[in-house]
């Protein structure tokens, strides 16, 4: 398949960044997204020109790194998929595609594709963790737990904190990310102890990091890869009318 | 950090708002709607709500209040969020995102300015020049509120304004009502999509309760 691809470039933060225009060639519909991106670098590269930066680890859709805006859909237009496993196939031969950052204040551009999401890091290091006793290794079976709790704690520990949520938000909001780990804690009885010293310390750094407030839009929900849901928001803001009693 | 200048804490804060907004709305329609009972059924009623003066002041300023606290907030939070997504895609696309949601402060705006206009209209009478109902007592002498109500809305001028603002009314209703239980966390998955065809009912029952009345008076159904 042959691509035309409109790709944001910047050199770093604080420079003005624009759309500029890059042909794809024979690119196999096999392909991952970013493979063909890795086509076109490689080009790049051997025409002595800058290739493109974008974020990338696994490429298996566990890691959270990959971050791409593609046709104004973070993660593009396959729904639950990851950029990284994201295939051509799901294109057409001379498709247009834009490829953008993730957008929000809270996640300042590094260098082209690739933005700064470690305000996601601090928001877990202000409560997203439970205080025990080092030492031996419990007993698996110590403590029950309901099926049904473990299960809503294993669906909400999906996030793989990849930010296309922040992305996804006309606002900027980190509330999903946020409630998908309150709300991985909270339903665990290890978690529970913690659970209103936890929801106000994490939604206040949410705040000082400068994401924006939910206006239950759900446009988050319809862009996250692990399908984490926005009735977790509804449990987050639960979490955090209970913990003011 | 205090309840109000947190993040949920604001919301929340929006949502009793205006669920107090909500239920206030169904309160003036019942009340309205004694118009279909003709100048027996509203002046009567006008009467009784003006006949003791400290509930009626305490009632419009505690309402107030309320309204302001809301508005407050609408505009602070709509503020907030353009400042944390400074720069949107170069494709525009929502998923899920609706009209209505999306323009909760344009809707919430123009209720604002219909509120004002309506306070100067029925409850001042300043823009009702041509009939003030507290100088023309009915039969019984008491302010005839049958008529001044008819005469405003048999001009379409002012029939149309009511059905504007009532459509912006409608609109906002539809994404507030629902957005109320998954501010409180009153939401689920089994809940959702309930709760969102129960805003939907809501805001259709009080648009359509209200738009009758402008509606009958325009289509001769109630007239003097
Ligand atoms: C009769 C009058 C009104 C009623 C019944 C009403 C009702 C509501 C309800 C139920 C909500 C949902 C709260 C939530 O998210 O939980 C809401 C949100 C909102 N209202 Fe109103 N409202 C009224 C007037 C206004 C006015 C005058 C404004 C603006 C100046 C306004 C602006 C907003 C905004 C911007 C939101 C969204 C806030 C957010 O989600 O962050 N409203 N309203
Ligand atoms: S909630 Fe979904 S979209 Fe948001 S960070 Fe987690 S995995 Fe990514
Ligand atoms: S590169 Fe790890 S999730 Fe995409």
Same mark, same amino acid.
């Given at each position: ?6 790709? =944001? ?87 247009? &595609?834009?490829?953008?950052? =993730? ?6 551009? &590094? ?12 928001? &877990? ?32 520990? #999906?996030?793989?904190? $990849?930010?296309? $949520? ?37 939604? #206040? ?41 | %950090? ?11 804060? %929006? @949502? ?10 169904? /309160? ?6 004694? *118009? ?5 059924? /509203? ?19 505690? %309402? ?22 400074? *720069? ?8 899920? @995102? ?33 009939? *003030? ?29 009511? @059905? ?48 009758? *009345? ?11």
């Amino acid at each position: 398949m042959n691509l035309t691809l409109f790709v =944001w470039r910047q050199r770093d933060k604080d420079s003005q960044g624009k759309l500029e225009e890059y042909k794809a060639h024979d690119i196999s519909p096999d392909m991952s997204f970013l493979e063909m991106l890795d086509v076109v670098n490689e080009r790049l590269i051997k025409e002595g020109k800058e290739p493109i930066a974008f974020d990338h680890d696994c490429r298996e859709g566990i890691c959270g790194m990959c971050s791409q805006v593609i046709n104004g859909i973070p993660h593009g237009p396959q729904g639950k998929t990851t950029v990284c496993q994201l295939h051509m196939r799901h294109f057409k031969d001379g498709d247009r &595609i834009y490829i953008e950052p =993730w957008r929000a204040r809270a996640f300042p551009i &590094i260098k082209d594709l690739i933005v700064d999401r470690s305000a996601l890091d601090r928001i &877990i290091q202000a409560g997203g963790y439970v205080s025990v006793h080092t030492g031996g290794v419990p007993d698996a079976n110590a403590i029950l737990i309901p099926k049904p709790d473990a299960d809503t704690a294993m669906d909400a520990a #999906e996030c793989i904190g $990849c930010g296309a $949520c922040v992305a996804a938000c006309p606002n900027g909001s980190a509330m999903l990310f946020t409630a998908a780990k309150v709300t991985h804690l909270a339903m665990l009885p290890q978690g529970k102890v913690e659970a209103a010293r936890r929801v106000c310390l994490m939604t #206040e750094q949410m705040l000082k990091e400068g994401f924006g407030n939910c206006t239950n839009h759900y446009e988050c929900q319809a862009a996250c890869p692990k399908g984490i849901k926005v009735s977790f928001i509804a449990k987050l803001n639960r979490e955090f009318i209970k913990a003011q009693f | %950090m205090r309840f109000i200048d947190t993040s949920i804490g604001k919301k929340v804060i %929006m @949502a009793v708002t205006g669920i107090a907004l909500v239920k206030f709305l169904f /309160i003036h329609l019942i009340g309205n709607s004694t *118009i279909f009972l003709g100048p027996e059924g /509203i002046n009567a009623y006008a009467k009784g709500l003006h006949s003791l003066p400290p509930i009626v002041w305490g009632f419009r300023l505690i %309402m107030l209040l309320i309204f302001g606290i809301h508005i407050y907030f609408a505009v602070q939070l709509t503020l907030d969020n353009k400042k944390a997504k400074p *720069i949107g895609y170069s494709v525009d696309k929502n998923l899920a @995102a609706t009209f209505s949601g999306k323009t909760m402060i344009w809707t919430g705006l123009i209720i604002l300015g219909f509120v004002i206009y309506h306070l100067l209209h029925f409850t001042l009478q300043i823009t009702s020049p041509y009939f *003030i109902a507290s100088s023309h007592p009915d039969n019984f002498g008491r302010p005839d509120v049958f008529k001044m109500v008819i005469l405003s809305f048999q001009k379409i001028s002012i029939a149309l304004i009511y @059905a504007l603002s009532i459509t912006a009314l409608a609109l906002h209703l539809s994404h507030g009502v629902q957005s109320i239980f998954q501010t409180l966390g009153l939401n689920g998955d089994y809940l959702m999509p309930k709760i969102k065809a129960l805003g939907l009912a809501l805001a259709l029952i009080l648009s359509i309760g209200y738009l009758s *009345i402008p509606a009958a008076i325009q289509l001769g159904i109630i007239s003097l």
